[in-house]
């Protein structure tokens, strides 16, 4: 199994382009979830999916888009880039925690690396 | 504010000698959880502890939990060079299922 797979694992944009990055795991995973990291701060949640077809804000969701169409993928879309998105994303997924005996054991990506110049 | 603080910060230590970190957080919590992340890559869990335990064993993790002092800490014992990463700690804030709540982390040097 891949477990979870985002892409690309790297890019670099000029201010004001816009890009998609997209997740993809193959576990049957219902919550799927989009996270940035930047030095000192730790993981913050941008938005996350607890099942196709919906999605929520996170803690720091301005200037993201999400959309989850199928289960298995999960796309977080900066439609005009700042510098300040210069950051690594995380993509993570897990069981529902309303499934019996499950437990929210999140599994990620190996993240991409974003530089907006 | 953050709701889970690791302390320390960083942490170096000697091959073999054990390594403990805390976490202290804000809010009742449904379970607390470990990760592990090595530079470069994304992160994988270690250990959950439910807040009705008080503590939990896994290899060379031991994990405790205190909730009447809203803390947790980590130890691995019999540390190896491979330790050397960054550990977060998680906390599923009671009422919020669906998410977890990452702190900043702490970085583990073990050296040779």
């Known amino acids: 199994n891949a477990g979870v797979t985002q892409t690309p694992k790297f890019r670099v944009l000029k201010t004001g382009q816009s890009m998609t990055l997209l997740c993809a795991q193959d576990?049957?995973?219902?919550?799927m979830y989009w996270y940035r990291q930047d030095p000192g701060m730790g993981l913050r949640l941008i938005h996350y999916?607890?099942?196709?077809?919906?999605?929520a804000k996170g803690e720091v969701p301005d200037g993201y888009n999400v959309s989850r169409l199928k289960k298995q993928n999960f796309l977080l879309g900066l439609e005009s880039a700042a510098p300040s998105q210069t950051s690594v994303y995380f993509c993570a997924s897990s069981y529902s925690p309303w499934l019996a005996g499950s437990q929210n054991i999140q599994y990620f990506g190996a993240g991409t690396r974003l530089s907006v110049l | 504010s953050q709701q889970g603080e690791e302390d320390p910060q960083a942490l170096s230590i000697q091959e073999g000698e054990n390594a403990t970190m805390n976490c202290s957080y804000k809010t009742s919590i449904n379970n607390l959880q470990w990760y592990r992340q090595n530079s470069g890559r994304g992160l994988v869990h270690l250990i959950l502890i439910r807040s009705n335990e008080r503590e939990k064993h896994s290899g060379r993790l031991r994990v405790t939990l205190d909730t009447s002092k809203k803390s947790s800490s980590l130890l691995i014992t019999a540390s190896r060079a491979a330790d050397t990463a960054s550990y977060f700690c998680a906390t599923e804030i009671a009422g919020a299922n669906s998410k977890l709540t990452f702190g900043k982390g702490i970085t583990l040097s073990v050296r040779p």
């Open positions: 999916s607890v099942g196709e077809g919906t999605t």
């Open positions: 576990m049957n995973h219902e919550y």
